[in-house]
Each structure stands twice: as structure tokens, then as C-alpha cells.
């Protein structure tokens, strides 16, 4: 991997928030699985949560606004917001690539 990328061996455990399939959700979600499949090869897990389903779950995870990622794993949890069309900062904030 280039550009500072180290994921070393560790499985990278996200769940996407969203609500319903609203094109900002349907959006966040291809973002999120392009920019895995580009620098998370195989080394990834998504999970998503519709909170339309399971209000719920948001509570629990102190959700405020949808989309929001959350990266369960590696720890700590780390959660950005949005539709994750800005892929430095998805990168930066899940910690998969550091700023130089």
C-alpha cells in the first residue's frame, strides 16, 4: 500500500447508519464500499443499520445525523458523518491514511 497507508493485519469493522434508501444513503454506502475495496482489500466488514427499522440502535451509539460511518475495529471508535464522498477525509478519519 502507498501514501502512509499500514492497515497491517487487522479487520476494519464499519456500520453505516442510514435511513431508508435515500440517494444520500445510497451514495455513502458506494463510496464507502469503493474506498474499501481500494485500500481495505478483503481486510474489511460493513454492516449497514437502517435506523427506519431499528430506531433503536441510534441511541445506543449516539447517532445525530444520517449517514454517519462508525468503525467498530480496529479500536477506538472512530464515526464520520456524511456521504462519504470525500475520500482523503474517510481515509484520514478512519485512520487507514495519515496526514503528512
Known amino acids: 500500500m502507498s501514501g502512509g497507508e499500514d492497515v497491517g493485519g487487522e479487520t476494519f469493522l464499519l ?18 464500499k469503493k474506498i474499501c475495496e481500494e485500500h481495505l482489500a478483503g481486510k474489511y466488514q460493513i454492516e449497514i443499520i437502517d435506523l427506519l427499522k431499528n430506531p433503536g440502535l441510534a441511541k445506543g451509539e449516539q447517532i445525530l445525523a444520517l449517514p454517519t460511518l462508525v468503525r467498530k475495529l480496529p479500536e477506538p471508535v472512530k464515526k464520520i458523518i456524511g456521504d462519504l464522498s470525500n475520500t482523503e477525509r474517510v481515509l484520514v478519519g478512519l485512520d487507514i491514511k495519515h496526514l503528512d
Open 15 to 32: 456500520k453505516l447508519y442510514v435511513a431508508g434508501t435515500t440517494p444520500k444513503s445510497v451514495t455513502a454506502f458506494s463510496n464507502l
